[in-house]
C-alpha cells in the first residue's frame, strides 16, 4: 500500500457524519434535547473548516509576531473557556485562570520546543501551532476541572487545603488515564497522524512520549498556579 496521505473529498468527509446522525437521533429519540450537541456540533464544523484556511496562511509566513499573535489569542480563549464549570465566579478568577495556563502552559511549551525540538526559526509555525493547541487546551481543561472540584468540596464544607487536594486529583484524573491507555487502548492523535502521513511507527512513538510528557507536566503545573491563586479570591 501506497505511503501517501489518502485525501478526503468532501462527498467521502459527508460519510462521517452517518453515525453523527445516528446520535442525534438516538438522543431526539430518548427525549434528550440535541440542540446542544447541534450547536457543538456546527461550531465544530464552522471553527475546523475557518482554521484549516487560517492555518494554511499563518504556516506559509515567516512572522514570529505573528505566532505570538495567534498564542495570545490562544491563551486568552483557553484562561476563559476554562472557567465555563463556574460561571458565577469567572470574572474574580479570570485572571488567576490565565495565568495558570500561560505560565504552566507557556513554560512546557518553550521547553519542548527550543529545548527538545530546538525548532529553527524559533517560532516555526507548522510546530508552533499545533503544538501550543494540544498545550494549552489539555491546561485548560485541567483548569477547569479543578474550578469545578474546588468549589463543590468547598460548598460541602471541606477546609481549603482538603478542597485544593481533591481539585488537584480531579484535574489530573483524564491525564493520568491517558498515560494509562496510550498503547494499549489508543494511539493518540500525534501518534496517529504521523502514521497515517508515512513516518516510521518508532519516530511516531518518540513524539507521542513527548507530547505525553508534555500534557502531563502542563495540566499540572497549570492547575497547581490556578489553585495558588484562586486561593485568596474563595477566602
Not at 431526539?28 to 464552522?46: D, K, V
Not at 495556563?101 to 525548532?119: K, S
Request: proline content about 4%; charged content about 10%.
Amino acid at each position: 500500500m501506497s505511503d501517501q496521505v489518502i485525501l478526503l473529498s468532501l462527498p467521502q468527509l459527508a460519510i462521517a457524519l452517518v453515525p453523527v446522525v445516528v446520535t442525534l437521533l438516538i438522543l431526539w429519540r430518548w427525549a434528550m434535547a440535541p440542540g446542544n450537541a447541534l450547536y457543538a456540533l456546527g461550531r465544530m464544523l464552522i471553527q475546523l473548516l475557518l482554521i484549516g484556511y487560517v492555518l494554511a496562511w499563518i504556516f506559509g509566513a515567516t512572522s514570529g509576531l505573528l505566532v505570538l499573535l495567534v498564542l495570545a489569542v490562544m491563551l486568552a480563549a483557553s484562561g476563559w473557556i476554562a472557567l465555563r464549570t463556574v460561571p458565577e465566579h469567572r470574572i474574580s478568577l479570570l485572571l488567576a485562570s490565565l495565568a495558570g495556563v500561560t505560565l504552566g502552559g507557556g513554560f512546557t511549551l518553550a521547553l519542548i520546543t527550543q529545548g527538545v525540538l530546538r525548532l529553527d526559526p524559533w517560532y516555526l509555525p507548522r510546530y508552533m501551532i499545533p503544538l501550543a493547541g494540544m498545550v494549552f487546551a489539555n491546561a485548560m481543561t485541567a483548569v477547569s476541572l479543578a474550578a469545578e472540584r474546588l468549589f463543590a468540596e468547598l460548598g460541602h464544607g471541606d477546609s481549603w487545603e482538603e478542597a485544593r487536594k481533591m481539585a488537584f486529583q480531579a484535574a489530573m484524573i483524564p491525564v493520568v488515564n491517558s498515560l494509562f491507555a496510550v498503547g494499549l487502548v489508543s494511539l493518540p492523535g500525534m501518534m496517529t497522524g504521523q502514521i497515517l502521513s508515512g513516518v516510521s511507527p518508532l519516530i511516531a512513538a518518540r513524539y507521542q512520549i513527548m507530547v505525553m510528557c508534555m500534557i502531563f507536566a502542563s495540566a499540572g503545573i497549570s492547575t497547581a498556579i490556578f489553585l495558588t491563586l484562586a486561593k485568596r479570591r474563595t477566602q
